[in-house]
């Protein structure tokens, strides 16, 4: 065996941000083979993966099971072998059952073996991290000399937080920082990630290179983005935003340490562009990896539908979504041509089923029970009942996932109907404010996101856009019945959820106190209908689900 040499002042290292699938390792190793030949190519050193990458990423208790880690291992140490070609060495991550316990961990591999082992030292258990439930946290370990090279290897978190993991890492000889990661996006993350790493370099001394993994897994988003931040806090390099993609780049050894020199500078989208991209490769992703053929959507000729079809047909392509009309005698003349123009702008197939004959149905079977009671929310969610078992039957006949169109303003204040609108496997939009998703179409009706599957030009008609929110279960009925107009609404909202604000606090942001108690009584009182909701993309840092867990049965309200 030859080892490969290269000059001892420049070093070029791959970052391969990828989409690794959850629990499939013989995948995830091939694709981690297929990177590493690349990185070859591209005449690298070392490639550096993401956070758990041989596992998938965040595994939560599947790493419980023995024979899973056992696989893990045993794939890593297949994959050193390889190595002893003499090509690009490899850091990666996996989890490592050891002695002292279960580690979140990565392995150094070259010249056809496993050079060393590092483990993850700050264990986040917070929002959507429960890291603490299922690792150990590993003793603390020097950098590791890789070709001459000392790379300290601190892995995600333990840039992140207070215990000191690059400092000792600095004192103990690191020339440069390799961090893997699984950050998760929530709106504005990039700029959070460069502060975090400056700090690290400010106090460090050293340059440090973030590498980030891509795709959706369950509610999570990983938009990649990795870059690298120079020893004078310049930036080295920035990968693109949500793309999967591996770049060998080129580091030297200057008198002052290791400073990156020709590296990529991607843009980095702004807010609506983010937010759709991030929507769009969620609902991408939780199809495809958990293989659906295609989906199906009721679109009434409202916002929230028409942007989760744009979504749908941008994720998928036209020919795997098919939107179901399903009219009553309160579906409006605007909205069935609102639904029609809709669809036949996005190109994908478009049904009208009447619900009139099982509402009616259902209406008269309940008639004895409901004889001299006045109609009211009852009859109104027959309508949605009924609309949400065609598209469940629908599912079942043809296999397709159900996606459910309710936004988070609803899904707070519980204006959606459970086994109705709620019924689904994934929700595209179930982490953005009704204002928000306003924003979003307005934004795809003069931008095609990259690597979109849809058409160009305006696929929401301005229509769909301009007209009053109405659920269409009553004559004349608008969402304003019955709720504030929603830029109020999803400020109150906001300070809620996102902030835990106070109700004086919020009622100083010139709000009526009355109003801010009873929007605060809605959200807590529709708990236990969003512990029954479909899993959807995280887009804000709090959404309803891994990082808001209240409990169901909970009496109290903020009266100070």
């Not at 690792?135 to 978190?157: Q, S, T, W």
Request: net charge negative.
């Amino acid at each position: 065996m030859t080892k490969k040499t290269f000059a001892p002042d420049t070093l070029r290292i791959a970052i391969a941000q990828l989409n690794p699938v959850l629990g499939d390792v013989d995948a995830n190793l091939a694709k981690a083979r297929e990177a590493r030949a690349d990185a070859a190519r591209q005449g690298a050193d070392v490639v550096l993966f993401t956070e758990l990458f041989i596992s998938g990423y965040p595994p939560e208790d599947l790493v419980l099971r023995p024979s899973f880690t056992a696989a893990c291992e045993k794939a890593v140490r297949e994959f050193a072998a390889d190595t002893a070609d003499g090509g690009p060495g490899v850091i990666i991550g996996t989890p490592l059952k050891r002695d002292t316990g279960l580690h979140n961990s990565v392995m150094v591999l070259d010249g056809g073996e496993v050079i060393a082992e590092r483990f993850k030292q700050d264990l986040p258990n917070y929002g959507e991290f429960d890291e603490k439930r299922v690792f150990v946290a590993g003793p603390m370990l020097g950098p590791v000399n890789f070709r001459g090279v000392r790379l300290g290897i601190p892995i995600c978190e333990d840039i992140w937080g207070d215990l000191g993991v690059c400092e000792t890492l600095c004192e103990s000889g690191a020339e440069i920082l390799l961090v893997p990661n699984g950050s998760p996006y929530y709106r504005g993350k990039v700029d959070v990630r460069h502060q975090v790493a400056i700090r690290q370099v400010i106090e460090t001394g050293l340059p440090l290179i973030f590498a980030n993994q891509v795709g959706g897994q369950d509610e999570l988003i990983f938009d990649g983005a990795s870059f690298g931040i120079n020893a004078d806090k310049s930036l080295a390099f920035q990968m693109s935003e949500f793309e999967a993609q591996l770049a060998a780049i080129p580091w030297k050894r200057e008198p002052d340490g290791w400073v990156c020199f020709d590296g990529p500078m991607a843009r980095i989208p702004e807010t609506e562009e983010a937010d759709y991209h991030a929507c769009m490769l969620g609902l991408r992703d939780y199809v495809n990896k958990n293989g659906f053929k295609n989906v199906v959507l009721g679109l009434s000729g409202g916002i929230d539908s028409a942007l989760c079809a744009a979504l749908a047909v941008d994720a998928l392509g036209e020919e795997r979504v098919r939107a179901v009309m399903m009219p009553y005698r309160y579906t409006s003349k605007d909205s069935l041509k609102d639904a029609e123009d809709c669809a036949r702008a996005l190109g994908c197939r478009y049904d009208i089923v009447p619900i009139h004959e099982p509402v009616e149905g259902f209406r008269h079977a309940l008639a004895p029970l409901f004889e001299g009671l006045s109609e009211d929310t009852t009859e109104e969610n027959l309508q949605s009942r009924a609309r949400g078992t065609l598209l469940m039957a629908i599912s079942n006949k043809f296999g397709s996932m159900v996606v459910t169109t309710g936004n988070k303003s609803e899904m707070s204040v519980g204006y959606a109907t459970l086994y109705g609108d709620m019924n689904g496997g994934f929700n595209p939009i179930k982490d953005l404010y009704k204002m928000q998703v306003y924003a979003l179409a307005a934004w795809r009706n003069s931008h095609v996101p990259p690597m979109a599957l849809g058409p160009s030009g305006v696929v929401i008609p301005q229509n769909i856009i301009d007209k009053a929110p109405s659920a269409e279960l009553r004559e004349n009925q608008t969402d304003q019945d019955s709720l504030p107009p929603y830029p109020v609404l999803d400020d109150i909202l906001e300070c809620l959820v996102e902030n835990e604000m106070g109700v004086n606090e919020i009622a100083a942001r010139g709000h009526e106190p009355a109003l801010v108690r009873r929007i605060e009584h809605l959200l807590y009182l529709a708990e236990y209908k969003r512990r029954q909701s479909a899993p959807g993309v995280k887009i804000t840092k709090k959404n309803f689900g891994r990082d808001r867990r209240y409990p169901i049965t909970n009496r109290f309200r903020d009266r100070a």
